[in-house]
């Protein structure tokens, strides 16, 4: 008598997967994924249909990041507002059917059922955080970390800008109208606060523990760095600029299997990132007045130029601002140029250059790109 191990299912033999759900929906598939059972049957199952590879490979990319994301150091989600929120957004009939299914007593052993509970639990985060349907509302994100944090709000109806100070060491300026959410001590392994409306972070350096910004839809993960964050509940954008250091923005719902972090932009000074709340768009664009990042007094870089190669002060200004222009090198070495930088901004020392060397430059995704034939 041939074994279990040896006999695809009937219903693999009729290759009935059409969704990735359908491979979710299967003991031994997941199983599989998560303890290498059954293996040689699933090898020869995408032996068979190999037109199933990427569906496959879908559905264990799902199963995984659930696992991982159990594991993730982050705050639990009220599991009654994730099961609340999928049934209003799916309309699935079948989601309060899948719930009493998985808690079904005698269904699975019970290690099997141990898997089923953390796969569903699993499941409601993961389906909360991707659903592409309407803004995550503060109430929503603030909910979602309360019962394992002591949080504190701060709310600014004043004019004047309001100072925070984290226990961290980083300070926080609030504008008006806005609102800030934090724990009074962080946790071991990340800083967590939530933004809505306006406000500039001097965020203390501390490389074991990110800083993340949750504001509306949009996570702003840092290290240590300066920056300001516009999240209004009621405006269809939200902005990120960066002074000084390195910021990684992400949307923090996507329907993707990977890490989001991977699909979203990495901001260098004098960058910001527009994430639009209504098509998910995320463009990089250079701020509308960029600032030296070098600090006057230790600026040793020249301000008078004789006779000077444009691509020279071209680097130089390069370093002053800490943004890349892009041009070509063996062109602008060969135009010189005797000028004085002093407290223009940027763009007008940039007009200036070019229009003494008859070159132009435009910006393309947060960086300037020099344009010129060169020179005689």
């Not at 991982?68 to 150091?73: F, I, Q, Y």
């Not at 130089?316 to 140029?337: H, K, S, W």
């Amino acid at each position: 008598m041939l074994s279990n191990d040896t006999i695809l299912p009937y219903r693999e033999m009729r290759n009935d997967y059409t969704r990735i759900q359908d491979f979710l929906d299967d003991d031994s598939f997941v199983r599989w994924v998560l303890t290498g059972r059954d293996d040689s049957r699933w090898r020869r199952f995408l032996a068979a249909y190999p037109q199933q590879a990427e569906r496959l490979q879908r559905a264990q990319t799902l199963v995984l990041e659930i696992q991982k994301n159990e594991k993730a150091d982050l705050p639990p989600l009220n599991q009654r507002m994730v099961w609340a929120k999928i049934s209003a957004n799916l309309h699935d009939p079948e989601a309060s059917i899948q719930e009493s299914r998985v808690f079904k007593p005698g269904r699975y052993a019970a290690w099997q059922w141990a898997v089923g509970f953390a796969l569903m639990l699993g499941m409601s985060w993961y389906t909360w955080r991707t659903l592409p349907s309407g803004p995550i509302t503060y109430r929503e994100l603030s909910d979602s970390i309360r019962e394992q944090n002591e949080l504190i709000e701060k709310v600014n109806e004043q004019a004047a800008p309001l100072r925070i100070n984290l226990e961290d060491g980083s300070v926080v300026t609030l504008d008006k109208n806005s609102k800030l959410m934090y724990p009074r001590r962080f946790g071991s392994k990340n800083r967590n606060v939530i933004l809505v409306g306006e406000a500039f972070f001097e965020v203390s350096r501390d490389s074991e523990r990110p800083f993340y910004i949750y504001a509306n839809e949009v996570v702003t993960k840092v290290l240590g760095t300066s920056f300001r964050i516009r999240a209004f509940e009621k405006e269809p954008d939200v902005t990120v600029q960066v002074s000084t250091g390195l910021v990684s923005v992400y949307k923090q719902r996507r329907i993707d299997l990977t890490d989001p972090e991977t699909d979203g932009l990495v901001l260098l000074p004098n960058q910001e990132a527009v994430i639009s709340r209504e098509d998910e768009n995320l463009s990089r664009r250079l701020v509308e007045w960029p600032q030296p990042i070098l600090k006057r007094e230790f600026d040793t870089l020249p301000t008078r130029y004789d006779e000077a190669p444009a691509s020279r002060i071209l680097r130089d200004i390069e370093t002053r601002y800490g943004i890349t222009i892009l041009f070509n090198d063996d062109a602008l070495n060969r135009c010189y140029l005797t000028t004085t930088l002093t407290e223009e901004s940027l763009y007008d020392q940039l007009d200036l250059i070019c229009k003494t060397i008859g070159a132009s430059y435009k910006e393309v995704d947060g960086q300037l790109v020099v344009e010129s034939k060169g020179c005689l």
